[in-house]
């Protein structure tokens, strides 16, 4: 599986401005809320958030991939937000989070699911690739980052 072939550019954002863990998540979750009007913004933070109860999906070395499973939902999603500050996600490494990968899949998709959570992680283990997403001036040059890396790898 290729990101490319689930990741729209418009699911891109830069700029965050969110301070703390349920403030990214809300943030997030209207904006792909935004993007795709038959998700709730409310019932796609409370998933999110649910998820994050287990067990953050604060990785390391400034990475989250917060992900959940939506009822009715027919397509996989992956949205991309930045934050340039960092905030606290109680990543494993216990460093701030600088980058969100959220990943909204299918209620039936489990295979769909766990083959996109795997590309991710394996594309955001390159550090040159995370410092190319941290380094993008705007969303534009974030997604194209991510097509390219996704493309080579």
């Known amino acids: 599986m290729h990101l490319t072939e689930i990741f729209r550019p418009e699911m891109v954002w830069p700029d965050l401005t969110a301070k703390t863990k349920p ?3 809300r ?3 209207r904006h ?6 038959s998700l709730d913004e409310q019932r796609v ?3 999110l958030m649910e998820r994050e109860r287990l067990g953050s999906t604060g990785i390391q070395d400034g990475i989250a991939i917060p992900h959940g499973k939506v009822p009715g939902l027919k397509d996989i999603i992956i949205a991309c937000g930045r934050s340039r500050q960092g905030i606290d996600f109680e990543a494993h490494d216990q ?3 600088h980058l969100f990968f959220v990943l909204l899949a299918p209620e039936f998709a489990a295979g769909q699911h766990l083959k996109a959570l795997a590309r991710l992680s394996r594309l ?7 410092e190319r997403l941290m380094s993008s001036k705007d969303a534009n040059e974030i997604y194209r980052a ?3 890396e996704d493309e080579r790898n």
């Open 23 to 25: 403030e990214v998540i």
């Open 27 to 29: 943030e997030l979750a």
């Open 32 to 37: 792909i809320s935004g993007c795709v009007s």
């Open 45 to 47: 933070a409370e998933i």
């Open 95 to 97: 460093k701030p989070t």
């Open 124 to 130: 955001l283990k390159d550090e040159d690739f995370r």
């Open 146 to 148: 991510i097509v390219d």
